[in-house]
Every structure is written in C-alpha cells, then in structure tokens.
C-alpha cells in the first residue's frame, strides 16, 4: 500500500509538471502567432533605387556618423552617449526593473524567518505572602513557500523579465534617437554658418553697386532712386545677420543641452565655422524585415506584448488552486541560557491547498484588464513597425529628391553669378537700368543659401535614414 502511495504521489506531480510545461509552451506560441499577424511586413523597400543591394551592415549602423568624416561631430556624439540627462535616465531604469525582476524571482523560493520571545511571571500568595516566579523562553525557525501549482508566479517572472528586457531596448533607443539629435543639430548649426557666409559674402558686391550709385549721382549721370534702391537692398541683406546669429547662439546652446551641458560650454569646440558635413558612403538598407529586427523601439513594443501577454496568462490562472506549505520548528527553556539544551522542541508542517469559488467576478474583471491591456500592447507594436517602415521610406526618397535638387540649384547658381556679373558691367557701361542687376545679385543670393539649405537637407535625410534603420546603439 505504501509503494502505492508514492506511485501515486509521483504520478500527480508529474501531471502537474506537465500541464505547466504545455501551457507555457501554448504562451508562446499565442505571442508568436500574435506578432505574426500583426503587420505583413512587404518584402522590399519601395523607394531603394539610389541605395546599393545586400544584407543591412549593422556594424557600420553602431557609429554610423563617422562615415561624415568631421572629427567634431564625432566628439560631440560620443560627449552626448556619455552625459546625456536621457541616457543616465534609461540607465537607472534598467537597474529598476532588474531590481523589480528580482523581486518576482524571490517569490519563487520559500521565506525562511527566524524568532526569539521570552516571558517571566510573579505570582503572590496574600494568605502564605508566598511569592512564585517563573521564566520562560523561545526560539523558533519559520518556513512558508508558496507552491507555483500552474505557473502563475512564472508567468508573472516571465512578464518582468520582459518589463526589463524593454527597458534594456529603450536605453538602446534613447541612444538612437540622441545620435541623430545632436547630428541633426550639428548640421543645421554648420548650415546656419554657411548661410551667414554667403550673406556676408554678398554684401561686398552690394556695397560696390551702392558706392557705383553714388559716384554717378554724383557725377549727375545717375539718380536719387538708384542710390537708395540699392542701399535697401543692401540693407535687406544685412537684416538677416541677426536672425542667422540669433541660430547659431541657439543651436550651439541645443547641442549642449543634448550633451548635458550647460550654455556655452562647447562653445569654444563649435567656434570656427566649418562646412555642413558631405555624406561619403551609402549604405545598404537591406530588407525591412532586417530593420525591424534592427530597431530598438519594435524589439521595445516585442517586448510589451510579451510582458502583456504573460500577465493575461497569470490572470487567467488565478482561477486555478493554489498550494502553500508553512513549517516552524521551535525550542523552549526555562531558562535564555539553556535554549541550545531545550527542555522541548516542537515541529509542525501544515500544508493547505485552496482554490476560488465565488468572488463577485473579481478574477473575470481581472482577465478583462489584462486582456485589453494585450490588445493595447499590439496595437501599439503594430503602430511601431509602420513607423518603422514609413521613416526608412521617407528617409530614401528624401535622400533622392534632395539629391536631384541639388543637381537642379547647382545650374541655377552659376547662371544665377554669370548674370550678376554680366549685369554689373552692363549697368557700368549704361546699357541696363539698376533693377535689372539688383535682381540679378537678389537671385542668386537666394539660389546659393537655398543651395546650402538643400545640401544641409541632404545630409539630414541621411540622419534620418540611419536612424530609421536603428544606428546608433551598443549592447550593454
């Protein structure tokens, strides 16, 4: 009968075993059959004509600024990924949920506590005026656990191991999106200097029509209106010297601010101007299916659906029963000195198995919590992958149309400076009024700052690309 017993004993814990291991294994099948049919991922890019075939390079995604070749920018970033405010942050998450990850792994495990009490009487007798003491003492060693039946602990263990691996990819893509911020702000700051230079520049060509002017007023075979039409245009090209400072000034103090500095502290590194940094290789994007395995933020929004779905499983096993196991094993002493020689030593082990009958539907508007909460979570995953795929989109066909563009202005401007040129000789010579070679100068002023913002557009959709493919980040 005993051998029996223990067969049987054997037997049931099997069962239990295995009725845990098939529905971890149905989780995660769910979850994977879940993303699967979140988004149809298309099989190509749509706009990738300009870029070169093959598998994505993620090692050239890891530090991809400096293919830009500008050891400033270089610094910059590297700066940034050390002391930025949003990258400590996400740090000091991670070691949060690993913390929090902890807690749920100790749930797993018995608690073992230990006690000591210790207690004396004095008892008188008024008719003997006899007086009784007695002491007594004791120690004990307590032990409960919590025996995880069905894996709800597990579950719940599973959802903060997906809480803190989220957490990891966040900080990966705080690092993403800091890397392309301070690149971004980098380049608008060295387009901003351009732009100052070509003002700056076209203000010595403005003074001599202005002096021009003057000298043929003076000498009578000019005019008044000639004179102050071209002091305003000079004066127009002036006016923009502020608003062109006022950007670098603030650029500059943006680019501190993304590094965690205070105003002005990088301001001696961005002091000599330098050209907007030129894009010097190209780089395979791949297939958007190695994108998304690439980002950050979709492995983040993996990693939610994940921790949602373990939740609703842990939920929906709340109305499964529950086992626990509670021991103590004490001594007791007359006196504190002999509690290692006790004059008695008591034992128990209790165990109790309970299971939820009626609880007002508490567990049921539990189950449609989480459940709900998984449906956000996927939704949420499949909003971060069209993201995903949208920005690389829109990354390449800007990489494109800044590219024809540039092609387009590059012609303009040097019709643009022929015509200033050939203006100005002819206004010297009398045969074209001053309208016509102020016009001229007003061109191409404007055809060469919307060259440099055309090329600072250019390199920026080059940011954005590696950045929608998920650069800029290192493991832990």
Not at 437 to 454: F, N
Request: charged letters at 15%; glycine letters at 6%; one cysteine or more.
């Amino acid at each position: 009968m005993a051998d029996a017993g223990i067969c049987y004993q054997r037997g049931w814990r099997f069962l239990i075993v295995a009725a845990s291991l098939a529905l971890c294994s149905c989780a995660t099948t769910g979850s994977r059959a879940k993303f699967e049919q979140a988004v149809a991922v298309p099989p190509a890019w749509l706009h990738d004509g300009t870029a070169p075939h093959g598998t994505l390079d993620t090692v050239a995604l890891t530090k991809w600024w400096e293919s830009f070749t500008d050891p400033i920018l270089n610094e910059l970033i590297a700066g940034a990924l050390r002391s930025s405010p949003d990258v400590r942050t996400a740090l000091s998450k991670i070691a949060e949920y690993r913390a929090r990850r902890g807690v749920e792994q100790a749930a797993l495990f018995p608690s073992l506590s230990a006690g000591a009490s210790g207690g004396g009487t004095r008892t008188t007798n008024r008719d003997t005026n006899q007086t009784t003491k007695s002491e007594s003492y004791r120690a004990s060693l307590d032990a409960s656990w919590q025996v995880d039946l069905f894996g709800v602990q597990q579950q719940t263990l599973a959802a903060a191991t997906a809480d803190l691996a989220q957490t990891e990819e966040n900080y990966y893509g705080a690092q993403v999106s800091l890397a392309a911020e301070v690149a971004s702000a980098y380049v608008a700051l060295r387009s901003a200097e351009a732009q100052l230079a070509v003002v700056q520049d076209s203000l010595g060509t403005r003074r001599e029509t202005v002096q021009l002017t003057q000298w043929r007023e003076q000498a009578g075979t000019g005019n008044a209106l000639d004179t102050q039409q071209s002091v305003t245009t000079l004066e127009q090209a002036r006016a923009s010297i502020p608003s062109l400072q006022l950007t670098i000034a603030q650029t500059r103090n943006q680019i501190a601010l993304l590094s965690g500095r205070t105003p002005g502290a990088l301001d001696s590194l961005l002091a000599t101007p330098r050209n907007v940094p030129p894009v010097s290789t190209e780089i395979a994007v791949g297939i958007p299916a190695e994108t998304l395995r690439q980002r950050p933020d979709v492995r983040a929004a993996e990693r939610g659906v994940e921790a949602a779905f373990a939740r609703t499983t842990a939920a929906r096993r709340q109305r499964l029963p529950s086992f626990s196991l509670t021991g103590s094993l004490g001594v007791e002493a007359l006196k504190a000195g002999r509690l290692f020689s006790p004059a008695a030593t008591v034992a128990s082990l209790l165990g109790s198995l309970t299971a939820p009958i009626f609880d007002a539907g508490r567990i049921g508007q539990n189950i449609t919590i989480q459940t709900e909460r998984e449906q956000q979570a996927l939704i949420a995953y499949e909003s971060t992958v069209l993201t995903a795929l949208a920005e690389v989109e829109n990354a390449l066909v800007a990489i494109q149309r800044h590219a024809e563009r540039l092609i387009i202005l590059a012609q303009a401007t040097a019709a643009a400076r022929e015509a200033t040129t050939l203006s100005g000789l002819q206004y010297q010579a009398g045969q074209v009024d001053l309208l016509a070679s102020l016009d001229a100068q007003r061109t191409l002023l404007s055809l060469q700052q919307q060259s440099v913002t055309t090329a600072a557009d250019w390199t920026n959709a080059y940011i954005q690309l590696y950045k929608a493919l998920g650069g800029g980040w290192a493991h832990l």
